[in-house]
């Protein structure tokens, strides 16, 4: 149906004097069949420019107040997608994102969203985060981990740790942080319990997966450098006792009572020479463990983890594993860049 401007604006026009209106009203004052009205009705809310409201089991309309650059949006957000079931429902697990004034964008229309926002092609976008994310998972092991002990042995003269793997991306090429590392970002430094636990749910049940396959004589979490109302690691720790496992007492200490937290460190001498000024191993019961799962939360030099593996081997410790919630190594994208 071909739809005239005219009659469009004129039925925009009577709003400027009424608050809502229903389609007979519409009706009587442009002198219009309902039928003609109800097709303009429907077009104008395709066009973002009328919506809808209900009193009971009638219909009211009223004019909306947005500009172009708005019903430009909302339109391109209604696009249709060529994506079958499967790739509907990945992104409706994977996709998470938090805007700046702190709204949850998931599922597809959050993928939607967050590409017009930053002018992106919406099909291939998506597209390629779909395919990014099953690249990644076909690097994945039996417990859904990444290793990450071939690149960490190039950075450090020794390396202490005997394996290293983590459970994502802390970044995936230009999407940014991805649904892991975007809730354990947010969640720790807001102190958000509802963020915290849905990051410690994204990698429980992986590490569940690890210890018993492993089968470690006990768990040391690196310590954390400045306390908080909801600490991320030790909310951790308290979800992996059941798993029957000791805990090592692995302690930070400032001989001057002032904490420098490793983010706040730019070189890796640095972070460096944090962690082996500050952390010690601090237990009576250290000489029957020789297999330990070493555990943090967010990687960047790795250098917090490889030194504390250097003072538990100090202790004789035999073997020492690490594990990182979220790492940022350079994984190569050359399949995924042909999108």
Not at 18 to 43: C, F, M
Not at 288 to 296: A, M, S, V
Request: hydrophobic share 40%.
């Amino acid at each position: 149906m071909t739809y005239r401007f005219e009659s469009l604006q004129q039925i925009l026009d009577i709003f400027d004097w009424w608050e809502k209106l229903w389609a007979g009203k519409i009706s009587n004052k442009l002198g219009k069949s309902r039928t003609i009205v109800h097709k303009y009705i429907k077009e104008l809310l395709k066009q973002w420019k009328l919506k809808k409201t209900w009193k009971g089991t009638h219909v009211k309309y009223f004019k909306t107040h947005v500009d172009n650059e708005e019903i430009k949006f909302n339109k391109l957000i209604e696009e249709d997608f060529i994506l079958n079931f499967q790739d509907k429902k990945l992104l409706d697990d994977i996709f998470f994102k938090l805007s700046p004034d702190g709204k949850t964008l998931n599922w597809l229309d959050g993928i939607k969203k967050w590409c017009v926002e930053r002018n992106m092609d919406l099909q291939s976008k998506i597209d390629s985060y779909i395919e990014i994310h099953k690249y990644i998972v076909n690097l994945q092991d039996e417990c859904g981990l990444l290793d990450a002990s071939h690149a960490f042995g190039k950075d450090f003269k020794k390396v202490y740790l005997d394996n290293i793997c983590y459970a994502d991306q802390y970044k995936r090429m230009e999407f940014g942080r991805w649904k892991l590392a975007e809730i354990t970002f947010y969640g720790k430094q807001s102190q958000n319990k509802k963020l915290i636990f849905e990051s410690l749910d994204e990698i429980i049940y992986k590490l569940e997966c690890i210890i018993k396959k492993e089968k470690y004589d006990a768990i040391a979490i690196v310590p954390w450098s400045i306390d908080r109302k909801n600490q991320l690691l030790k909310i951790l720790e308290d979800k992996l006792k059941p798993f029957g496992k000791p805990f090592v007492n692995v302690i930070k200490y400032y001989p001057n009572e002032i904490a420098i937290p490793q983010k706040s460190l730019k070189t890796r001498n640095q972070r460096i020479q944090n962690a082996k000024n500050t952390i010690f191993v601090d237990d009576k019961n250290i000489w029957k463990y020789k297999k330990i799962f070493l555990i943090d939360d967010f990687v960047g030099s790795g250098s917090t983890l490889n030194e504390t593996a250097k003072k538990l081997k100090e202790e004789w410790v035999k073997q020492v594993d690490g594990f990182a919630f979220v790492w940022n190594l350079n994984l190569s994208y050359e399949i995924i860049n042909e999108i």
